[in-house]
């Protein structure tokens, strides 16, 4: 009886290709080379996203540092000064807060800093002068704010996020 012989031109047989598993160099390598394609693509604008949440955070721990002057105005019945950390130093007359106002100053997390112009001032009954101020990180301005009216509450002015101090 004759014997058969395999037809196919294929060296390795059936079963030992199934056997075999596994994937080749260049299969993964290819795989790698896709990840890294796909990082690159997405690293920056997670770390733009990252930086917008820092920078709203701060907002908020302002915004929240001066509710809390506020509030304190409104319960002792003394006005209070909030004052730019730099332009003035540590020394402000009494004749130019007036007799009875307290000079306050917000620290904010490093190495975050603001700058306001003209201070901003809180009656006794917790109402505010109009005031702007800039949220800066470094030396760059990120956030310029806006009082709304009399309430202290600050809001983002439109346009200005991003611009390089000068």
Not at 9 to 18: E, G, M, T
Not at 30 to 42: D, K, P, R, S
Request: hydrophobic letters at 40%.
């Amino acid at each position: 009886m004759p014997t058969s012989t395999p037809t196919s031109a294929d060296p390795i047989p059936r079963k030992a290709r199934a056997a075999r598993g596994g994937y080749s160099l260049i299969e993964i390598l290819v795989v790698l080379a896709i990840m890294g394609l796909a990082t690159a693509v997405i690293m920056p604008s997670t770390s733009r996203m990252m930086d917008q949440a820092t920078a709203h955070a701060v907002f908020f721990e302002f915004q929240r540092g001066v509710s809390d002057l506020r509030r304190e105005a409104n319960r002792t019945g003394l006005p209070i000064r909030l004052v730019d950390p730099e332009a003035t130093g540590t020394t402000v007359t009494a004749a130019q807060v007036g007799e009875e106002s307290d000079v306050r100053k917000i620290e904010l997390r490093s190495p975050w800093r603001y700058t306001l112009a003209p201070p901003l001032d809180i009656a006794e009954g917790g109402r505010c002068s109009a005031t702007t101020a800039n949220l800066v990180k470094g030396d760059e301005v990120v956030m310029t704010l806006h009082t709304a009216t009399g309430d202290c509450r600050f809001l983002r002015q439109a346009g200005v996020q991003g611009r390089s101090r000068s």
